[in-house]
């Protein structure tokens, strides 16, 4: 059973930053892509980032490139997302996902496993 835990969310004042972690099992890690969701109330899911597990390709949204960075720890099946320069905008809850297309993606419909997500809290 494939399982991802995302943990590192909280609250911080904008300029601050905060590492999420994606903690995954059941499936053989170095064989997928994970990707990093948000979702802000009364908003649409949206992609922030991907990482291609096998050779480190990655992808980022506009809205978060120079400030975030996806990578990974193989040994510990886990993939972080560090987030420096937080805005208020980036208030949100954050997801990790899981696609089987080794591709740089941030579709939603690519993804079949997601876990429970972090709430991300930026004040002004």
């Known amino acids: 059973e494939v399982l991802l835990v995302e943990s590192g969310g909280g609250l911080v004042q904008a300029g601050g930053s905060l590492r999420l972690s994606c903690a995954a099992s059941g499936f053989a890690f170095d064989e997928y892509a994970v990707g990093w969701f948000r979702q802000a109330p009364g908003k649409e899911r949206e992609g922030v980032s991907c990482?291609?597990?096998?050779?480190?390709?990655?992808l980022y949204a506009d809205s978060v490139k120079g400030r975030f960075t996806i990578s990974s720890d193989n040994a510990k099946n886990t993939v972080y997302l560090q987030m420096n320069s937080l805005k208020p905008e980036d208030t949100a809850v954050y997801y990790c996902?899981?696609?089987?297309?080794?591709?740089?993606?941030?579709?939603?419909?690519?993804?079949?496993?997601w876990g429970q997500g972090t709430q991300v809290t930026v004040s002004s």
């Open positions: 996902a899981l696609t089987p297309f080794s591709i740089q993606t941030m579709d939603p419909a690519d993804f079949g496993s």
């Open positions: 990482l291609v597990i096998s050779d480190g390709r990655t």
